[in-house]
């Protein structure tokens, strides 16, 4: 997908296209070619890891029909953006650097699709905190005792009976008629 993208800059960079375009639609096509990926893991219920290895071949010929084999070359295209310096001091690529990495962080530590990025992978503790939804350490705890083989805390009887309890209100609410649950009457008010 990169070689695809970089073949395809090149190609309109030696054109004589503006800089700054090229990059957005080096970008562009890269997000293109995940969009297909995604679309084609989605379709066919594989693996995006498999998609991902079997389109790098159609995205390498695809590179190598744009350039025709060609190696293109970019002699002085980027010089501006890797030798302009902000206040004739500070290099603009740290600056381009920098605000990519602040803008991950905050992507990564302050939206839910981050916490989901991050809970994603292999870090246990971040799983079980993700959105805060089991901050109890409930599960924790039960995992816990299943492990050392103690008695939780709260015993599964009384979880059961919860649970009866709750979908017979949720049933109750459906059909907008008492439900029996357990030999007990669970009025219901037609509301979800």
Not at 22 to 29: A, D, E, Q, R, T
């Given at each position: 997908?990169?070689?695809?993208?970089?073949?395809?800059?090149?190609?309109?960079?030696?054109?004589?296209?503006?800089?700054?375009?090229?990059?957005?639609?080096?970008?562009?096509?890269?997000?293109?070619?995940?969009v297909?990926?995604?679309?084609?893991?989605?379709?066919?219920?594989?693996?995006?890891?498999?998609?991902?290895?079997?389109?790098?071949?159609?995205?390498y010929?695809?590179?190598?029909?744009?350039?025709?084999?060609?190696?293109?070359?970019?002699?002085?295209?980027?010089?501006?953006?890797?030798?302009?310096?902000?206040?004739?001091?500070?290099?603009?690529?740290?600056?381009?650097?920098?605000?990519?990495?602040?803008?991950?962080?905050?992507?990564?530590?302050?939206?839910?699709?981050?916490?989901?990025?991050?809970?994603i992978?292999?870090?246990?503790?971040?799983?079980?905190?993700?959105?805060?939804?089991?901050?109890?350490?409930?599960?924790?705890?039960?995992?816990?005792?299943?492990?050392?083989?103690?008695?939780p805390?709260?015993?599964?009887?009384?979880?059961?009976?919860?649970?009866?309890?709750?979908?017979?209100?949720?049933?109750s609410?459906?059909?907008?008629?008492?439900?029996?649950?357990?030999?007990?009457?669970?009025?219901?008010?037609?509301?979800?």
């Amino acid at each position: 997908m990169l070689g695809l993208a970089m073949c395809a800059m090149a190609i309109m960079l030696n054109g004589g296209m503006h800089p700054v375009l090229v990059s957005v639609l080096g970008i562009l096509i890269c997000v293109a070619c995940s969009v297909f990926n995604g679309a084609v893991s989605i379709a066919f219920q594989a693996p995006s890891f498999v998609v991902t290895l079997a389109t790098q071949n159609i995205y390498y010929s695809i590179a190598l029909l744009l350039t025709n084999g060609y190696m293109q070359t970019l002699y002085g295209k980027y010089r501006t953006l890797a030798s302009f310096r902000i206040f004739g001091v500070f290099p603009l690529i740290y600056l381009i650097l920098i605000l990519g990495f602040v803008s991950i962080h905050v992507i990564l530590k302050h939206t839910r699709t981050g916490r989901h990025v991050y809970a994603i992978g292999t870090n246990e503790r971040a799983v079980q905190t993700n959105d805060n939804q089991t901050n109890s350490g409930v599960i924790d705890s039960f995992i816990e005792c299943q492990e050392s083989g103690r008695e939780p805390e709260i015993s599964g009887e009384s979880v059961l009976q919860a649970m009866r309890a709750v979908f017979g209100s949720v049933e109750s609410s459906q059909k907008g008629r008492t439900v029996t649950v357990n030999g007990e009457d669970q009025e219901g008010t037609g509301e979800a």
